[in-house]
């Protein structure tokens, strides 16, 4: 490949979504749901649950995402598809809108601005996220997506699982299918989790980082923005 053909590669800023770009996360999303069933015996079991199982699903998160993502999205079990969509709407503008930080808004105005394609990676599942995307204008986004059966959620994930490690594969694959120059692109994301996907671009930046990602940030010289 020659130089000018290096320089006509696209770039992208890949974003993480739950503390990156917005201070709630996924319990938050899957409480509305919750508490926003139908049935009152069926929000006090789901509710109780999800309480109860809060400890359980904070050590799976620091140690183990796939584990976590096994465990959580179980709970969607029994769902309909077509409540799934419509509370993903009502969750986006009640819980997430409120909540997107303040400089999120510049910080993806401005890399619209220098000529990069914008494309957002979560672990949230899809019927929440496609707002969230078209409310930012990006160009594509990549979410969890729930199997689901005759119109129900099984409560499993369809692949690929996006989380940890595997947001990196997949940006690696998309990058490569879709011709972006990796080196000249971004990453943006909060979790010591996210290391890998951060690590796969030549601009990687911590925003409100836990502390893992924070001393891996400064051993590395990464920017640390604090949203």
């Known amino acids: 490949m020659t130089d000018a053909q290096k320089t006509e590669r696209k770039t992208a800023a890949f974003y993480d979504v739950d503390g990156t770009l917005i201070s709630t996360n996924v319990i938050h999303a899957y409480a509305y749901y919750a508490l926003n069933s139908p049935s009152m015996l069926d929000r006090v079991k789901r509710a109780s649950k999800?309480?109860?199982?809060?400890?359980?699903?904070w050590v799976a998160d620091q140690?183990?995402?796939?584990?976590?993502?096994?465990?959580?999205?179980?709970?969607?079990k029994g769902f309909t598809e077509d409540r799934l969509v419509i509370i993903g709407e009502e969750i986006f503008e009640k819980i997430i809108r409120p909540n997107i930080f303040e400089g999120a808004h510049s910080l993806i105005k401005n890399s619209k601005a220098q000529g990069h394609d914008q494309i957002l990676i979560t672990g949230a599942i899809d019927y929440i996220t496609k707002p969230l995307a078209d409310y930012f204008g990006v160009d594509h986004?990549?979410?969890?997506?729930?199997?689901?059966?005759?119109g129900i959620a099984t409560g499993r994930l369809m692949k690929p699982m996006i989380a940890g490690a595997n947001k990196a594969l997949w940006v690696r694959r998309y990058a490569e299918e879709h011709g972006y120059d990796l080196d000249g692109s971004f990453a943006y994301a909060d979790s010591g989790s996210d290391i890998?996907?951060?690590s796969v671009v030549g601009n990687p930046c911590a925003v409100n980082p836990d502390f893992k990602l924070k001393t891996t940030a400064r051993a590395y010289d990464w920017p640390v923005l604090n949203l």
């Open 63 to 76: 140690y183990d995402r796939k584990a976590f993502n096994d465990a959580f999205y179980g709970n969607y």
């Open 141 to 150: 986004w990549v979410a969890n997506r729930l199997e689901i059966k005759d």
């Open 50 to 57: 999800l309480v109860g199982s809060l400890p359980l699903y």
């Open 196 to 198: 890998p996907l951060l």
